[in-house]
């Protein structure tokens, strides 16, 4: 079975800095893109970023110059590094990775619990 447990949500001022943290274990043969989602009250979930394994990137046009995207392969490991934080980053945001547990089978979209990151004075 696979995990991933991610960590780093709290509560920011407007134009602070919050990393998040995500680690994937367990039953893995690989893991090609790693990623971030996030979804406000009333609100869809959204894509934030994406990393590939190679470390192509594709942000979301709201969150573009404030927000990092890197990971660790040796780690299994990905980050979010968000500054300049506005009220609406306000959400929960979700860890995702598409992981093969099997050589040859598919890879499926596994996502972490998510974390509050609130952005408020």
């Known amino acids: 079975q696979v995990q991933l447990v991610e960590s780093g949500g709290g509560l920011v001022q407007p134009g602070g800095s919050l990393r998040l943290s995500c680690t994937a274990s367990g039953s893995i043969v690989s893991i090609d893109a790693m990623g971030w989602f996030r979804q406000a009250p009333g609100k869809q979930r959204e894509l934030v970023v994406t990393c590939t394994s190679g470390g192509s990137t594709e942000y979301a046009a709201s969150v573009k110059g404030r927000f990092t995207i890197s990971r660790d392969n040796a780690k299994n490991t990905v980050y979010l590094q968000m500054n300049s934080l506005k009220p609406e980053d306000t959400a929960v945001y979700y860890c995702?990775?598409?992981?093969?547990?099997?050589?040859?089978?598919?890879?499926?979209?596994?996502w972490g619990q998510g974390t509050q990151v609130t952005v408020s004075s």
């Open positions: 995702a990775a598409d992981v093969s547990t099997s050589w040859g089978r598919p890879r499926t979209r596994r």
